[in-house]
């Protein structure tokens, strides 16, 4: 570099400093908000975050925060619901919910770019009853419900209950326990960690547990059974319901279960 260049690089990286201390003030979240001063044109920096203002969407940046490519912090962005699929991600389902080995939903190739955090939140959509049903739709009766007995949140083992009931032949219908188990883990086999939406901080449609993505791959394997009861074994609830003595004109199974991503 020449001693002309130098020095002109030097004069801007004091012009920047100085507009930055000069334009700035404390504000009520811990950054630097500017003060009109535009004696430094459109090279201002006022919250001395390394982002000119006019490229800036997130002025007052709290001070040493680790920003992204607008000027933000994570603290100052919001959750968004991205559709899917998101991130550039290929999805690739293979097994079935109600059969030995359950349904393995893989999620590769995702761009994270600059994203703080990637939430995969469960059962989210209010539209869609998320349950089981042996005797045709899922009422609300049928609906999932948490199980802290059957999970294990950190070593990514999430659970639901449920109860249905299935209609025989001669007219009986009979109560029945259904389960839904996921196991979540990231491209090295290595479970990732389920936690309510409280402590993830998301504000969801309707999901109340999700797993932060922390890598460009993951894996989910979910599992449907019905519990036996009379052994009380679990079986997949579509190898039950096949064993079942059920009518020809039998309305079947229903079940229901999904996801959405959230980033920010």
């Known amino acids: 570099m020449s001693s002309n260049s130098q020095i002109l690089r030097l004069a801007l990286l004091a012009t920047l400093g100085a507009c930055a201390n000069a334009s700035s003030s404390s504000s009520t979240d811990g950054g630097q908000q500017?003060?009109?001063d535009?004696?430094?044109?459109?090279i201002c920096d006022a919250d001395a975050d390394g982002v000119l203002d006019n490229l800036d969407k997130c002025p007052s940046t709290p001070s040493g925060s680790l920003i992204n490519m607008d000027g933000c912090a994570e603290s100052q962005l919001p959750w968004m619901l991205v559709p899917f699929p998101p991130f550039g991600l290929q999805w690739t389902p293979s097994g079935d919910l109600g059969r030995a080995g359950g349904l393995t939903w893989t999620y590769t190739g995702i761009q994270r770019e600059d994203l703080f955090r990637i939430v995969w939140m469960f059962c989210d959509d209010p539209a869609t009853p998320c349950g089981l049903s042996l005797d045709g739709p899922i009422d609300a009766l049928e609906t999932w419900h948490y199980s802290m007995s059957d999970s294990n949140l950190t070593n990514g083992r999430l659970a639901f209950t449920n109860s249905t009931h299935i209609v025989l032949d001669g007219g009986g219908n009979p109560t029945l326990a259904g389960r839904l188990t996921m196991n979540i883990v990231d491209s090295s086999e290595?479970?990732?960690?389920?936690?309510?939406?409280?402590?993830?901080?998301?504000?969801?449609q309707d999901g109340k547990h999700g797993a932060e993505i922390t890598g460009v791959a993951f894996k989910?394997?979910?599992l449907a059974e019905i519990q036996d009861p009379m052994t009380l074994a679990w079986t997949p609830y579509l190898d039950y319901y096949d064993a079942a003595q059920t009518p020809m004109?039998?309305?079947g199974a229903t079940v229901s279960f999904g996801g959405s991503f959230y980033a920010k």
């Open 249 to 251: 004109a039998g309305t």
């Open 220 to 222: 989910i394997t979910a």
């Open 38 to 42: 535009a004696s430094c044109g459109e």
């Open 190 to 204: 290595q479970p990732l960690t389920w936690a309510p939406v409280a402590t993830l901080g998301v504000s969801s």
């Open 34 to 36: 500017g003060s009109g």
